[in-house]
């Protein structure tokens, strides 16, 4: 009533029309509705919200708001709506504002300060090249380095001797040296906005000077543990202090290994092969199988047959440990040779080394039975055999079309790097650098003669194929990298089997940690026993990984102190160590892995390979091979409480420790209150990560026999009636395709059509009928394709040599801010998902927390529409 007396009739018959809209349209109860037309009657008093300006400003805004919009109105919208329209002021880019002119004033204005910023930065750099340019047109440079090439070569060592001695010395008298907590703020200050800086520059030196900052800082954060931290006189606090400092001492460890190995990947080029068909060498393909459905086979036999090699140049063999009557049957009827050993010793090794008794070709090229190669592998790869006589092997990429079980169960398979990104598109690069690219069992060529000279492929170990390319390298053979993906398979389908494969990869790489160690024995270099043992030390991080998960306990439940040390030094010199490296890794691996993801893989694995890896230091002859299941189903979504349940009490006994930390902050000394909240902080940390492992636990339907593969390729469909439509292949697999056509024709769903494709200068039609039709955009799945017609399909889409090439494309580089943030968000719907599967009363306790933490986020400002929000 109050609000009548001051209201225009304009604005009372609009206010009457909201009331109506919010009880009919959103839902809202009587109070509800009457509280929100209450506070838009307040804001039609001081503006006139039934004016144009106001109007065409609520339409352009809002898509900003829709978060708030697509769902019934809440009491405490109205700070919702403040803090959403303050953040749209101050962080969001003018462009995609869309009518907010105060905004555009306040971001021209930091940008241009920006800019200005940039400008600085840009003329220091041109003055350092610039006096970089003079010093070497008044020949400094080329003065010191004729006299250096006119010493000796003992006198060039011994410069070098020199002057690596007195980089060292700096560099620890620089990492030992103590500083006052104000020394080592303004240490820490400067070296972070150099990281800053450098970070932006566009070269590989960028790289390198990122490094020496992090390998400074956290060389500096290990020796202040060391020196400063532990607490002597307290057994309790000595024991967990000391586990914590050997899991920290892991880290620092494998972190500088791995700088060795990724600070200057080679990025190899294919290497031509000579026009003379003559001289190339002739290969030997291997398709090793035991229990694999002879559905998943036939793809990768399909394409092998369509390779570009000279037919009397290529033989093709089914190694089937199986010994299965069907396999026979259809490697006569393809015309490809089929081998069989009479026993199953030494699985996949074994198999290959009785296949190697049988087989003459100068090379041998090896597909797992799931890998489908495409037309151009074998081009690419073996030029490199020609050039250099001493290499024994070439390999590449490991690329998968179907989701693993984290891109499954997380929902983002296509849309960021998946776990194997980083390994086969900068580790193994980094490794070639080296000369210490992996054999890694499939997707690879080696060249016959090395192979039978260290007497076969290795059955010592489960990882046949890691043993296989140290033998090569320690016999001084060559190994090649080529990131070029050239072939793709299937991914695991579970949880369960993906765990199962690392197991068996962590067991084989410390077994051979064991009984071939990389840093003993003759034929390696330096550097190759670098990229091995950071290989190997890689599948340690079960334990280290634990005790990061519950370390802060030991002060929160025993009142340990796992860091003896002020607060203020802790904060001084572990943040420093943390930052500096993120930046860094990101700065390098950006590409292949976002920041805090590999956390979240390694926590879930970390408790099952914990064990094996112990057990393989101490008894490495235990542990046998096991096959990685492929072209399996989730046929139904469900939580698997077996993987997760190591998790699950993990995550209880942080939120255990964080009882016990509110109950410190009331009752405990009041110096302590700072120790306490950061020890919470990283419960709070671990317990993010621990969501994120619950969430991958949570099994999603996956019921394609046949996956399909996103494209863009040119394709024609013709109609009963004989016309013939230019369209673009937009997704393809065994069974059916998706088509955009160039122009909608009424083609309706169950029609019958026929699709044209090409491959090189020939055409290939497949019968099918319509699936699914809507507007340009239609569907076919195929009828009973023949056997040729199914080659000639695998050979067309599958089997080409660009099919895999730009899959990475649309990865988006890595911002570590953001990856904080989708790893939070992560971690959330972790508990969202247990809360869904948990028994009375656990679920009802998970609800209600995850819904309470629900509301405080949904104050949160947003930039995407998608995100989730209160129930509140």
């Known amino acids: 009533m109050l609000t009548r007396l001051f209201l225009t009739p304009a604005a009372q018959a609009y206010l009457e029309r909201t009331r109506v809209y919010l009880r ?110 003079r010093m070497r047109q008044d020949g400094y440079g080329r003065y010191v380095a004729e006299h250096y090439a006119a010493l000796g070569r003992g006198a060039r060592g011994l410069v070098l001797l020199l002057a690596g001695t007195l980089a060292c010395g700096m560099a620890l008298l620089l990492v030992t040296q103590p500083f006052s907590y104000f020394a080592q703020l303004i240490f820490v200050i400067l070296l972070w906005g150099t990281a800053m800086v450098v970070r932006r520059m566009p070269s590989q030196l960028s790289t390198l000077m990122l490094i020496v900052l992090s390998v400074t800082v956290s060389s500096r954060y290990i020796w202040w543990r060391y020196t400063s931290t532990l607490n002597w006189s307290s057994n309790l606090d000595l024991a967990f202090g000391l586990a914590l400092l050997l899991a920290e001492t892991y880290s620092w460890i494998v972190l500088l290994l791995g700088y060795a190995q990724t600070a200057w990947p080679l990025r190899r080029q294919p290497a031509s092969l000579p026009e003379d068909q003559s001289l190339w060498p002739t290969v030997d393909l291997m398709i090793p199988t035991y229990n694999e459905d002879l559905s998943v086979v036939k793809p990768t036999v399909y394409a092998a047959l369509g390779m570009d090699w000279p037919k009397d140049k290529l033989r093709i063999h089914i190694l089937d440990d199986g010994r299965r009557e069907a396999f026979r049957e259809f490697a006569q009827q393809v015309g490809v040779g089929y081998i069989i050993r009479p026993d199953g010793r030494h699985a996949k090794a074994g198999n290959l080394n009785h296949a190697l008794q049988y087989t003459d070709g100068d090379l041998v090229a090896i597909f797992d039975c799931d890998h489908i190669p495409t037309r151009s592998f074998l081009q690419l790869t073996t030029g490199w055999f020609l ?95 080529l990131r070029i993906p050239q072939a793709a398979g299937l991914a695991t389908e579970s949880l369960s089997a993906h765990i199962g494969q690392r197991i068996r990869w962590a067991r084989g790489m410390v077994q051979i940690f064991r009984t071939d160690n990389p840093l003993l024995g003759k034929g390696l270099s330096f550097f190759q026993r670098i990229c091995y043992l950071n290989a190997m030390l890689h599948f340690l991080a079960g334990i280290p990984r634990i005790i990061y998960l519950t370390a802060p306990l030991a002060f929160l439940w025993f009142h340990s102190y796992i860091v003896y040390a002020p607060a203020v030094a802790i904060l001084l010199n572990v943040v420093p160590h943390m930052v500096h490296a993120n930046i860094t890794n990101s700065h390098i691996q950006g590409s292949y892995r976002r920041t805090f993801w590999g956390e979240v893989y390694e926590t879930v694995l970390a408790w099952y390979i914990a064990r094996p890896t112990t057990v393989a230091l101490f008894a490495p002859s235990k542990g046998k091979f096991n096959v990685t299941a492929k072209g399996g189903l989730v046929e139904r979504q469900y939580f698997d409480w077996t993987i997760s349940h190591p998790y699950v009490l993990l995550a209880l006994a942080n939120v255990i420790g964080l009882g016990f930390g509110i109950w410190r902050l009331f009752t405990g000394p009041s110096h302590e209150i700072i120790t306490v909240l950061i020890t919470m902080l990283w419960v709070f940390y671990n317990l993010i990560i621990l ?35 230019p369209a ?65 399909l695998i050979q067309c889409t599958f089997a080409r040599a660009d099919s895999w090439l730009a899959w990475s494309d649309r990865f988006r580089l890595d911002r570590p801010l953001r990856s904080l943030r989708d790893v939070v968000v992560l971690g959330f719907s972790g508990y969202q998902r247990l809360a869904t599967h948990a028994p009375f009363p656990f679920n009802v306790m998970l609800r209600e927390s995850t819904n309470a933490l629900s509301w405080l986020m949904s104050f949160v400002p947003r930039r995407n529409v998608d995100a989730p929000v209160s129930k509140f």
């Open 387 to 481: 050039k250099d006589p001493k290499l024994a092997l070439v390999q590449t990429p490991h690329h998968f079309f179907s989701p693993d079980p984290f891109e499954r169960n997380l929902g983002h398979f296509g849309k960021q790097p998946n776990e194997n990104a980083l390994f086969y598109g900068l580790l193994q690069d980094g490794n070639d650098l080296w000369n210490a690219a992996f054999f890694c069992g499939s997707c690879a060529v080696l060249r016959r003669s090395a192979i039978e000279d260290i007497g076969g492929f290795a059955v010592e170990t489960v990882t046949e194929d890691a043993h296989t390319a140290l033998r090569l390298h320690r016999k001084g053979y060559n190994s090649a990298y």
């Open 728 to 792: 673009v292949l937009t997704d393809y697999s065994e069974g059916g395709v998706g088509l955009t056509l160039d122009e909608a024709r009424g083609l309706t769903h169950g029609q019958r059509i026929t699709l044209i494709l090409a491959r090189g200068d020939r055409r290939f039609s497949f019968a099918g009928t319509i699936s699914r039709s809507l507007g340009r955009n239609i569907g076919i799945q195929f009828d009973s394709l023949s056997q040729q017609d199914h080659i000639d």
């Open 24 to 133: 009919e349209e959103r839902g809202m109860g009587r109070r509800t509705a009457a509280w929100y037309s209450f506070w838009l009657g307040v804001c039609f008093i001081f503006f006139r919200l039934e004016g144009r300006a106001w109007q065409s400003l609520r339409r352009r805004s809002a898509p900003w708001f829709e978060h708030l919009r697509s769902r019934p109105w809440r009491f405490a919208d109205p700070l919702r709506y403040v803090l959403q329209a303050g953040w749209m002021l101050l962080f969001v880019s003018p462009g995609e504002q869309r009518g907010w002119p105060a905004a555009r004033k306040i971001q021209r204005f930091m940008q241009a300060a920006r800019v200005r910023l940039l400008r600085r930065r840009r003329r220091w750099f041109e003055r350092l090249g610039q006096m970089t340019l």
């Open 691 to 725: 969501g994120g492992a619950v969430a991958v636990a949570a099994e999603v339907r996956q019921v394609r026999q046949t996956h399909r593969v996103p494209a863009s390729l040119p394709a024609f469909v013709q109609s009963e009636d004989g016309h013939i439509l």
